[in-house]
């Protein structure tokens, strides 16, 4: 090509990519816009019970989606020009001053002694358990006395690049929000306290782009629970801002847990969450799309196509078909309803005596002491049809348990496989309880952070670590990280 054929094309090619940004750039601001005009709305129009405080959680979340997505497509941050200056960290702020001396103590360029010339000063606000402090980062700048060739330590990478949080604050942030389900703007008042004016929306900004930051380590937790010969699995409603309407739409968090204690295994246990705007059935398959064994569940339709390919063989969970005898028996006190419960007690009864064992000695205890109990459950259940109204919330119970039998059968031969979806079910909760504190995730992006924290902060307590202290080492150490290597910073092998 001619030089004046590679200049045409070298200008074609950065009007693409600036035409390019100023796309992404206006995407993010719609997205912004939309998301503030629908909490405006529903704080506006909404029943008398939408305060102020609901107003600034829908706020909340879709900051946490923009700074996400800002993140991800490593958009410039280009501050508007009537953006308020950024207001310096107080005084009454401990001062912890670390000083970054040049490795070389002579001049790399001719070998002469260093003299100092000056230095460059950031400051970095930390948390530490109990206290805020400000890390001091001097960086003197040296000149070589014989040629006065310029030198410097360079500036550490930092998980927020430009920006003022350390690690330890940033993961005190995550937690607070994802583990102790206090919202950003509570945070933002309790910060006021300490003489720190951190805005909720600076907050929101910082938990997006340390989770995008993050994933890569959530996706290496998800490859380790599908690894595993057997998982849980389980689903739960989360309220998302609707596009355009300043509605909510139910969408979902999943969660796939891998547990292999129960049988002795010293396999890491790890839950991994997933978000998807709806529940239908393509999400848990493309989730599941690279997983082959066993997988607890409930009676959920869109898993069957799973189920259909073989690949995933079902185990049903006895812990559902209690709970519906338990139900009926507080309701009615019924006799039936209390015998049932009574004859699953007996298969727990089994479980406990085989806990911890390893799975040969599993599977021989529950044939030789659970089968029976299980084979004269389903019989006895049979028997109680026809003595009853089919109509009846008790007959309904019983259809649901005979149902459920065959699939919940294969436990009974597999030492590698529990009673009941219980694990799953435990992996929920800490979303049930978030969601007394928030109203709803902003965008598709903010549910997607929300799955990170959860996958990382819920798998680091699984395995007995402090998600704080663990988050911000990780947050201190993944900037400079290699992708290849990242299962070293996994919070089981901080505890080896």
């Known amino acids: 090509m001619s030089p004046s054929g590679e200049r045409v094309t070298s200008v074609i090619r950065r009007f693409v990519q600036q035409s390019l940004a100023e796309v992404k750039s206006q995407a993010v601001l719609i997205e912004k816009l939309r998301h503030q005009l629908a909490g405006h709305r529903a704080h506006r129009f909404g029943a008398s019970s939408e305060t102020a405080d609901q107003l600034q959680l829908a706020l909340e979340m879709s900051e946490i989606a923009i700074a996400a997505m800002t993140a991800r497509l490593h958009l410039p941050e280009n501050a508007p020009a009537d953006k308020p200056k950024r207001k310096p960290i107080p005084d009454h702020i401990p001062r912890l001053e670390v000083g970054l001396i040049p490795a070389n103590t002579a001049c790399t360029n001719c070998g002469g002694k260093l003299r100092r010339l000056g230095e460059d000063v950031t400051e970095e606000l930390e948390c530490v358990p109990g206290r805020f402090i400000v890390n001091r980062i001097v960086r003197p700048r040296m000149a070589c006395s014989g040629c006065d060739c310029f030198t410097q330590a360079p500036l550490p990478s930092r ?196 806990r911890a064992l390893p799975p040969d000695k599993r599977v021989e205890i529950r044939q030789v002491e659970g089968k029976p109990v299980f084979n004269g459950l389903e019989v006895w259940l049979n028997a109680q049809l026809p003595r009853i109204s089919g109509k009846s919330p008790l007959a309904g119970a019983i259809l649901h348990a005979l149902s459920r039998m065959a699939r919940m059968r294969p436990y009974l031969d597999h030492g590698i496989l529990e009673i009941n979806n219980n694990t799953a079910e435990r992996a929920m909760r800490p979303i049930a309880l978030g969601r007394k504190n928030y109203l709803f995730v902003g965008s598709q992006t903010g549910g997607k952070s929300a799955a990170i924290a959860y996958t990382l902060i819920e798998t680091a307590k699984l395995n007995s670590v402090d998600p704080q202290e663990w988050l911000a080492d990780t947050l201190a150490r993944i900037p400079d990280y290699k992708i290849t290597r990242v299962d070293d910073l996994l919070p089981w092998n901080k505890t080896r």
Request: aromatic share 10%.
């Open 159 to 354: 998980p927020i690049e430009r920006g003022r949080p350390g690690p330890g604050l940033l993961a005190h942030v995550l937690v607070n929000k994802y583990a102790d389900h206090l919202p950003l703007y509570r945070q933002s008042q309790i910060f006021d306290r300490d003489g720190l004016d951190i805005d909720r929306s600076t907050l929101a900004d910082w938990v997006g782009k340390s989770t995008a930051l993050l994933a890569p380590l959530a996706d290496a937790i998800g490859r380790h629970v599908l690894a595993g010969q057997a998982i849980f699995a389980d689903d739960t409603p989360v309220a998302m801002l609707a596009p355009g309407t300043g509605k909510t739409q139910t969408a979902r968090l999943w969660a796939y847990s891998r547990d292999e204690r129960p049988w002795g295994s010293a396999i890491p246990p790890a839950s991994w969450y997933r978000f998807s705007s709806d529940r239908r059935g393509e999400h848990p398959k493309d989730h599941l799309s690279e997983y082959s064994g066993w997988m607890h569940a409930d009676g959920y339709a869109g898993f069957e196509d799973l189920y259909r390919h073989g690949a995933i063989r079902e185990v049903a969970c006895m812990a559902h078909v209690r709970r519906k005898f338990v139900d009926v028996h507080k309701a009615q006190g019924s006799a039936i309803a209390d015998e049932a419960i009574r004859r699953i007690a007996g298969l727990y009864a089994v479980e406990k005596v085989a």
